[in-house]
């Protein structure tokens, strides 16, 4: 069973640029979360879809960051304009459903450096 | 709220057991987890724990729970060189919706 794939798996960028991130969940998972981790510290949810719709986006800095799930499958967020602190990894991760139990699959990250 | 707190970090010998610690503050959690990350890996799921159980044993790994000072240790038995990663806590959240809080992880060392 392939996993979570994510892309780019790095990105520079100078500060004020735009960058987007796109991610694959796992084939029949419905629901889609990104996290960031910054370094030194453990992943915080950013966002959360159930199919192509968003269950969670409270901790979004909806003022810069987008995310979207058009079709209820792949995902993309961006962010627009970066800023320094936004240098982090950026983790997608998917689960058959959105309960307590449903375990979180994890990808491998896409890490940005914002300069 | 939720607010996980973790110490940084462990070294151990191979062949010894390790012990990490982690609390947390809300106590209506329903799971807690415990998450493997290996350098330029994404997050692994370990093992987690019913928020009404005080113990769950799965092969290496021991979890325990102390729901009255909320806290949650995990034990790996005999570590391996494998074992070196950094290890989070998590909890699900009281907002229904599966969402995770995690602690800022323990990184754990394993001198051969």
């Known amino acids: 069973e392939a996993g979570v794939a994510q892309s780019p798996r790095y990105k520079i960028i100078e500060k004020r640029q735009s960058v987007a991130f796109w991610c694959n969940p796992i084939?029949?998972?419905?629901?889609l979360y990104w996290y960031q981790q910054i370094l030194g510290q453990g992943p915080k949810l950013l966002i959360q879809?159930?199919?192509?719709?968003?269950?969670?986006d409270s901790q979004l800095p909806k003022d810069r960051f987008s995310a979207e799930r058009l079709k209820g499958v792949d995902s993309t967020l961006k962010i627009q304009p970066a800023k320094l602190e936004d240098s982090a990894v950026y983790l997608c991760?998917?689960?058959?459903?959105?309960?307590?139990?449903?375990?979180?699959?994890f990808g491998p990250g896409t890490r940005l450096t914002v300069l | 709220g939720e607010d996980v707190e973790q110490s940084l970090f462990l070294s151990v010998r191979e062949g010894d057991s390790s012990v990490i610690n982690c609390t947390y503050t809300?106590?209506?959690?329903?799971?807690l987890y415990w998450y493997k990350q290996e350098p330029g890996a994404g997050l692994q799921l370990l093992t987690y724990?019913?928020?009404?159980?005080d113990m769950k044993q799965d092969q290496r790994l021991t979890v325990l729970l102390n729901k009255k000072d909320k806290h949650l240790s995990l034990r790996i038995a005999d570590t391996q060189t494998g074992d070196s990663a950094i290890y989070f806590c998590?909890?699900?959240?009281?907002?229904?919706?599966?969402?995770?809080?995690f602690g800022k992880g323990n990184q754990v060392v394993v001198i051969p």
């Open positions: 991760a998917s689960s058959l459903g959105g309960g307590s139990t449903d375990t979180q699959y």
């Open positions: 084939s029949g998972h419905a629901t």
């Open positions: 879809f159930q199919n192509n719709g968003v269950v969670d």
């Open positions: 809300d106590s209506s959690s329903t799971y």
């Open positions: 724990i019913f928020s009404n159980m």
């Open positions: 998590a909890e699900s959240t009281s907002y229904g919706n599966n969402r995770l809080a």
